[in-house]
């Protein structure tokens, strides 16, 4: 049978390591598969979340909150390096609702002071609130 290796790095370090024979991902052109022996590629990543079936079990599926950065293809083996990463077993629900409330409010502020700046980086951190707490209530 033939699987990849996926690993997820961020500056902490490695996030997330496991063999998966599928795995769900999103660039700026849209949504993109990954089956065992895809071609090379290199290509920059969304915020999202990730899906990742694992080779152990057809319905053991992994879900990781992918805040940006690059995933490389290489005979066989996946890497996503990323600011941050979070897998749905270590993602507080709660602490990420806060952190949407708090970038509505800063949204809601910055359009009032017309700052395109900082609406622009709360939005980014809506997304990123918004994509987390998507991931850990799956």
């Not at 690993?7 to 993109?32: C, K, L, W």
């Not at 694992?54 to 005979?75: F, M, P, T, Y």
């Amino acid at each position: 049978m033939t699987y990849m290796t996926v690993q997820v790095v961020t500056p902490d370090g490695i996030r997330y390591d496991h063999h998966a024979n599928f795995i769900s991902i999103r660039t700026p052109d849209g949504e993109m598969g990954i089956l065992p022996d895809h071609i090379n590629t290199i290509a920059p990543l969304d915020v999202h979340e990730m899906k990742i079936r694992r080779v152990d079990d057809d319905n053991h599926v992994d879900w990781v909150a992918i805040n940006g950065g690059i995933l490389e293809v290489k005979d066989n083996l996946v890497t996503i390096v990323a600011d941050s990463a979070e897998r749905e077993r270590d993602i507080d629900v709660s602490r990420a609702e806060r952190a949407k409330q708090r970038a509505e409010r800063a949204i809601q502020e910055a359009e009032t002071k017309h700052n395109i700046d900082e609406v622009k980086r709360a939005k980014v951190a809506l997304q990123r609130a918004i994509n987390r707490i998507s991931v850990g209530t799956k």
